[in-house]
């Protein structure tokens, strides 16, 4: 495991929704503020406020790939080409290791009911799953910005 991915597990096991946990750990190298992220990623979690719509491990990637994309390009039009290339990209590669970036197909269960929240805390989805969505998402997000993207 990375250095980076290990700080995004601590900030998951700490109880920082996978969102958070993903953006949270370029605070430092992106020199962008940690609680305001924390803060902005609060309702990413769950698919988006337990909506189960795209995987927060995702929605936080995204958040760093354009966030990576404002300090590397100063054009706003390139800026932006760039950051829905990078995050076409950072979707195709989760998808090709997850099979989906939607929260509901990954976890095999709806949140918002209580044999959805049972089912997740007896098959312990959020270590099995969650965590690696999280540990993948950094992962990706480490080799499309090696590449020098």
């Given at each position: 495991?990375?250095?980076?991915?290990?700080i995004?597990?601590?900030?998951?096991?700490?109880?920082?929704?996978?969102?958070?946990?993903?953006?949270?750990t370029?605070?430092?190298?992106?020199?962008?503020?940690?609680?305001?992220?924390?803060n902005?990623?609060?309702?990413?979690?769950?698919?988006?406020?337990?909506?189960?719509?795209?995987?927060?491990?995702?929605?936080?990637?995204?958040?760093?790939?354009?966030?990576?994309?404002?300090?590397?390009?100063?054009?706003?039009?390139?800026?932006?080409?760039?950051?829905?290339?990078?995050?076409?990209?950072?979707?195709?590669?989760?998808?090709?290791?997850?099979?989906?970036t939607?929260?509901?197909?990954?976890?095999?269960?709806?949140?918002?009911?209580?044999?959805?929240?049972q089912?997740?805390?007896?098959?312990?989805?959020?270590?099995?799953?969650?965590?690696?969505?999280?540990?993948?998402?950094?992962?990706?997000?480490?080799?499309?910005?090696?590449?020098?993207?």
């Open positions: 495991m990375t250095d980076n991915q290990e995004a597990m601590i900030t998951f096991r700490s109880g920082y929704n996978c969102a958070q946990a993903v953006l949270t370029w605070a430092d190298e992106m020199d962008f503020d940690y609680d305001m992220a924390l902005i990623a609060t309702g990413f979690g769950g698919g988006m406020g337990r909506l189960q719509e795209t995987c927060g491990a995702v929605t936080g990637a995204f958040m760093v790939i354009g966030i990576y994309c404002s300090n590397k390009y100063r054009d706003s039009g390139e800026r932006k080409d760039k950051s829905y290339s990078m995050i076409r990209e950072f979707a195709g590669k989760f998808t090709e290791i997850h099979g989906t939607s929260c509901s197909e990954l976890l095999g269960c709806d949140l918002l009911t209580e044999e959805g929240m089912k997740m805390i007896s098959e312990s989805l959020h270590e099995s799953i969650c965590e690696q969505c999280v540990i993948h998402s950094v992962g990706l997000l480490e080799a499309l910005m090696e590449d020098g993207r």
